[in-house]
């Protein structure tokens, strides 16, 4: 089993930073591919990157150039770095894993068999 926990999530005006934490803990040496989802409310849940073993990334269109996904030393922690933010990122963060490879995206909800909690990031303009 595995156990994803999100943290970084907060408040901030369009244009500020925020940077999101995703710690993995029980069985994750099967994991290959690691994503960030968001959820507004109304809307379908959509991935904005991913992360493979060897470390390659992809990019949702809409956070091309503003976010990027990075592993931390501990391996067990991926991160999400939001630059430049706009109101339209205002969601609920997600963290998920497989131990598939990743693909290019879009990433399907489904392929992700590990999921967080969420943390909620609001961007007011």
């Known amino acids: 089993q595995v156990q994803l926990v999100e943290s970084g999530g907060g408040s901030v005006q369009a244009g500020g930073s925020l940077r999101l934490s995703c710690a993995a803990s029980?069985?994750?040496?099967?994991?290959?591919?690691v994503g960030w989802f968001r959820q507004a409310p109304g809307k379908e849940r959509e991935g904005v990157a991913a992360?493979?073993?060897?470390?390659?990334?992809s990019y949702a269109d809409s956070v091309k150039g503003r976010f990027t996904i990075s592993k931390g030393n501990a391996k067990n922690t991926v991160y999400l770095q939001m630059n430049s933010l706009e109101p339209e990122d205002s969601a609920m963060y997600y963290c998920?894993?497989?131990?598939?490879?990743?693909?290019?995206?879009?990433?399907?909800?489904?392929?992700?068999?590990?999921w967080g909690q969420g943390t909620q990031v609001t961007v007011s303009s």
């Open positions: 998920a894993s497989t131990n598939l490879r990743c693909s290019s995206g879009p990433w399907s909800p489904g392929v992700f068999g590990f």
């Open positions: 029980g069985y994750t040496y099967s994991l290959y591919c």
């Open positions: 992360i493979d073993s060897d470390g390659s990334t």
